[in-house]
């Protein structure tokens, strides 16, 4: 399969620094991507791990271990607007095409 | 401005009733997709295609058609659409060189009544 696992929902404060995990089924994997949505906008992309390690990009950054099969997104410094849907999201087998996870809700409260 | 155009934004329609919703993009991407987002079941891919008449089902195709006649083009037919058919549905293009990175249209929500 080439499900991914997310949860549903995490809420943190302001200035919080908070991890989002996402598992994913290892057949036909090439890597692993983020995507953020706020309210009814268009997914915007965030981040692509294609090799173990952290990537960073301002204040989010993104993980990936092959060997365990997850991957995370980490917001530092979180801020009010930082509250949005986040989706991980890999290739299907082809690599013609992106499968996402179901999201997840992010609330940040000051 | 490079961008993912789709059209309406908005619309009400009835049962049965065939429809078409347009999604064009000035980026010269080879690749495209239309999902739909279901609140509780994230973005679901519908159809994708790989280039001009070259299309291959996602995992929820059926009441959907699909035709890439022109590389800027991804129009998504509902030849008889159904209420649960009511839903948001993205188009979204990319680039086989930009890797994972999609750009996506700003959405279509549809009701069907």
């Known amino acids: 399969g080439q499900s991914l696992e997310q949860p549903s929902e995490v809420t943190a404060v302001e200035g919080a620094i908070v991890q989002i995990n996402c598992t994913y089924q290892?057949?036909?994997?090439?890597?692993l991507s983020w995507y953020q949505q706020h309210d009814g906008g268009a997914p915007t992309f965030l981040s692509y791990n294609a090799l173990d390690g952290l990537e960073e990009t301002g204040r989010f950054s993104s993980f990936l271990s092959r060997s365990d099969s997850y991957g995370y997104l980490l917001l530092q410094e979180l801020q009010m607007k930082d509250s949005a849907s986040y989706f991980c999201?890999?290739?299907?087998?082809?690599?013609?095409?992106?499968?996402f996870g179901k999201g997840t809700t992010l609330s940040v409260s000051s | 401005e490079a961008q993912v155009t789709q059209n309406p934004r908005y619309l009400i329609t009835v049962t049965g009733k065939k429809l078409t919703v347009t999604c064009s993009q000035n980026?010269?991407?080879?690749?495209m997709s239309w999902y739909r987002q279901d609140p509780g079941l994230g973005l679901r891919q519908i159809y994708y295609?790989?280039?001009?008449?070259?299309?291959d089902k996602g995992d929820v195709p059926e009441g959907y058609k699909v035709s890439r006649k022109e590389k800027r083009n991804f129009p998504l037919i509902l030849e008889s659409p159904s209420p649960n058919q009511t839903s948001l549905y993205f188009c979204?293009?990319?680039?086989?060189?930009?890797?994972?990175?999609?750009?996506f249209g700003q959405g279509t929500r549809l009701t069907v009544v």
């Open positions: 295609s790989m280039n001009v008449e070259v299309t």
């Open positions: 290892t057949s036909g994997f090439y890597g």
């Open positions: 980026m010269n991407h080879e690749y």
């Open positions: 979204a293009s990319r680039s086989p060189d930009r890797g994972p990175e999609a750009f």
């Open positions: 999201a890999r290739f299907n087998q082809a690599g013609t095409a992106l499968i």
